[in-house]
């Protein structure tokens, strides 16, 4: 069975910046479209960003636009969210998930998911 196993999440000023990883058990991520959602208490899971593994094309989610990056460690099958400026609202438990192409922003479109991480930004 693949694992995801998301890493790096912690506490964090405003301002500040946090990598995130998430590594996978297996190649699945060579034929996947791979994203990172996070989720507050009481709010939906909310997109923050994907790379469809195949082609290199990168999407990201509105509200992380210009702040975050996502990038790839292909020989070890880990991806990176690289987050800057961080906000007290960016504060959420953080996924790596997995699904077969195209590009999806709707978590439940998505089959395999690690069991998070958690940000904790400061004000």
């Known amino acids: 069975q693949v694992q995801l196993v998301e890493s790096g999440g912690g506490l964090v000023q405003a301002g500040g910046s946090l990598r995130l990883s998430c590594a996978a058990s297996?190649?699945?991520?060579?034929?996947?479209?791979v994203g990172w959602f996070r989720q507050a208490p009481g709010k939906d899971r909310e997109f923050v960003g994907a790379?469809?593994?195949?082609?290199?094309?990168?999407y990201y989610g509105d509200s992380v636009k210009g702040r975050f990056t996502i990038s790839r460690d292909n020989a070890e099958l880990t991806l990176y969210l690289q987050m800057n400026s961080l906000k007290p609202e960016d504060t959420a438990v953080y996924y790596c998930?997995?699904?077969?192409?195209?590009?999806?922003?709707?978590?439940?479109?998505?089959?395999?998911w690690g069991r998070g991480t958690q940000v904790t930004v400061s004000s």
């Open positions: 790379i469809n593994w195949n082609t290199g094309n990168i």
């Open positions: 998930a997995a699904r077969p192409p195209p590009i999806r922003r709707i978590a439940s479109e998505y089959d395999l």
């Open positions: 297996s190649r699945i991520f060579s034929t996947s479209l």
